[in-house]
């Protein structure tokens, strides 16, 4: 396609060749999308020929022919049997506006609502997909995305890299701000595309993008261009616009914290790891919360059960763990899941009052670290003293 289109390109210079009246400043003549072609020229017999012509020669040179079956001539302003004629020249049926290419109506009058009703009902229907962080926000509290009650860490700290104590997911309302502002920024910089090309010949008309205010004819699209310009109006005049660096620089981080590292080892089971984090956060749901909610009282549990886990994991996470790194390991794994255990064991005797012993908990947590680390590392290369804590 891109061989055809240097063709076509070549034949904006023909003598007999003259461009459409709205083609005229672009010097367009075709459009490419995937392996769809659409060709654009003046309605005069001449310039459909030296179209025609460039085509064919395209064929004898590729063995690529144009499907009859699947292509049509478009041709508006000219009486009917003129444009039956040129049709009869050019081999190609003739085709009625207006028609739908995408979903959307191509006709060569103005849009109307109506025209768009199809598409809004398929953009409804997919509207509900769109809204992610909506979905992001239950389905990682709850599991279910149909629930709307807040969760136990702000969504805006969760945005935050890990370094600094988030989760790293992405702020899908900055990084779409930070996407369309791009493009913007395109418009302001000059770059080559069409798209630019034509939002100055038929909008700014030479005016300075930066000063440039929407008509209220225009499409929302470049109302939108207008309005994030100014949003992030110290980005307009860069010579490179880097999405990451920009998104970056919007995102409201904290300050690095000095245990993500021990936190986030791959060595811990997931579930685990992400209670974890919450400690780490000071975001669950320990004994002394629940006590200033008033969900239980001082005497409730056993006292083994009263570890002030927030304490003493931030001890433990800025303690130099030394030792051959398997042992350490399975030293950071062995508090991950005894994080863990506490705290369901917690949740166990609040909510469904059963009170599980000190052996019970330390043979679960023993199950979990033998699985998870043997699901990571083979048995045989496993040190001796490991097979023997674990009798495998």
Not at 258 to 275: H, L, M, Q, S, T
Not at 289 to 308: C, P, S
Request: proline share 3%; aromatic share 12%.
């Amino acid at each position: 396609m891109e061989y055809l289109s240097r063709m076509l390109n070549s034949a904006c210079s023909a003598e007999r060749f003259k461009f459409h009246p709205r083609c005229r400043k672009l010097k367009l003549n075709h459009l490419c999308f995937t392996d769809d072609l659409m060709m654009f020229s003046k309605g005069d017999i001449d310039s459909i020929r030296v179209l025609c012509q460039y085509l064919d020669k395209f064929a004898s040179t590729s063995g690529l022919h144009a499907n009859k079956n699947k292509s049509a001539i478009y041709i508006a302003g000219l009486p009917l049997e003129v444009r039956e004629d040129i049709a009869l020249q050019m081999s190609f049926p003739l085709g009625n506006l207006s028609f739908r290419y995408l979903g959307i109506p191509l006709t060569s009058k103005k849009i109307s609502a109506t025209d768009y009703d199809v598409l809004i009902d398929k953009m409804t229907a997919r509207l509900r997909l769109w809204k992610i962080n909506s979905i992001c926000r239950p389905f990682l509290w709850h599991g279910d995305v149909t629930k709307s009650s807040g969760g136990n860490v702000s969504w805006s700290k969760i945005c935050q890299p890990k370094s600094c104590g988030g989760l790293g997911i992405p702020n899908l309302d900055i990084w779409n701000l930070v996407v369309v502002c791009k493009l913007a920024w395109h418009i302001s910089s000059m770059q080559e595309s069409l798209w630019v090309k034509w939002v100055y010949e038929v909008y700014t008309k030479g005016a300075d993008w930066m000063l440039f205010n929407p008509p209220i004819t225009a499409s929302w699209v470049l109302k939108r261009l207008c309005s994030v310009k100014l949003q992030l109006s110290e980005w307009m005049c860069k010579q490179k616009y880097q999405i990451h660096e920009v998104y970056t620089h919007h995102l409201d981080t904290s300050p690095r914290v000095r245990w993500d590292k021990f936190v986030w080892n791959r060595a811990y089971i997931p579930r685990e790891r992400y209670i974890m984090w919450l400690a780490m956060s000071k975001s669950l749901r320990t004994r002394d919360k629940l006590v200033q909610m008033g969900v239980i009282n001082e005497n409730f549990m056993e006292q083994w059960l009263a570890i002030r886990i927030q304490y003493d994991l931030h001890r433990l996470a800025s303690k130099k763990w030394k030792g051959p790194r398997f042992r350490r390991t399975l030293m950071l794994t062995s508090i991950c899941s005894l994080t863990y255990m506490v705290w369901r064991t917690r949740n166990e005797a609040i909510w469904m009052m059963s009170m599980s012993t000190v052996a019970v908990v330390t043979k679960r947590i023993l199950q979990e670290v033998r699985i998870r680390l043997m699901s990571l590392y083979p048995l045989e290369s496993c040190q001796t003293w490991f097979r023997r804590l674990f009798d495998v």
